[in-house]
């Protein structure tokens, strides 16, 4: 146990000096710390429609480590500065990710396992993916869309973004075309700046074929198995919300940084973590 306070005190750090970093350059540069041909509004971070890359994976290990520690301050500091930082640029794929892991933390919410759990935050992803990306519903939740995160309803263009990847998917379903260069990308999309089918189940199913996003689904079976019979601990809800809120954002990004992926590590060794964690109590005890 004392190896994952160890691993989960490092990693924060890491956060913390990069978040605060960030905070000091969105106090000090309110119009944007520098320009890019295809972005103004950068700072330390980069892009503030990116910063939920390293504000989700910071929230959840901060709450792992108030959980596993009782060391309320040094998270909770964390937990405000990204709230914060989230708010003064109102980017609306970090204000809806962060958006709904707090939600989902409300104990009303968080507590009710049997309905709020790994399996059916997958289910309600599945049915989201089907009636926006599939179906196109998304005109019912024009008042979400439109009315406060100020997006028109094809996710500023997202949505030919998506026709075309699924015509490129109809040809070559099986096993995708695998990573391809910037400039293939551009061409595909007619676009100097476009890079990804911003979805990432679509994208996966593009660069892998059915096989890619078959290893995909697995690993969320597997998820699912392991942390079924521990889903009352809060160590495991809050990965699953995690999770979830990182799914839901897959809906109309595609996020290439790694760091996302912490949030997937975690869940894959959750019952690990929770196994030491309670014999750290038993001992304790």
Known sequence: MEDIKTFLSAILLCFEIIIYINFA????????????ETTKLNW?????????????????????????????????????????SSLMRWAATTIMGIAIFLILLIPIFRNNTKIFNFKTYMLAT???????????????LSFIIVDILGKDLTFRNRTPLWDITIEYIKENFL????????????SMYNSSSVISAHNQFLEYIYLGGIILIGIYIYMILYINKITKKIRNNKIIQYISIAFFSLQIMYIAEV????????ILILALYSDRIVAEYNKLKEELE
């Open 25 to 36: 350059t969105l106090i000090i540069f309110p119009d944007g710390m520098y320009a890019l």
């Open 44 to 84: 330390f971070l980069g892009y503030d429609n990116t910063h939920v890359i390293y504000f989700l994976p910071a929230l959840l290990i901060a709450l792992i480590y108030i959980e596993i520690t009782k060391k309320k301050l040094r998270g909770g500091l964390l937990i405000v500065v990204i709230i914060i």
């Open 126 to 140: 599945l049915i989201i993916f089907i009636t926006m990306v599939l179906l196109r519903l998304q005109n019912y």
């Open 175 to 186: 096993f995708g075309y695998g990573w391809q260069n910037d400039s293939i990308r551009h």
């Open 255 to 262: 996020f290439i940084n790694p760091i996302i992926y912490i």
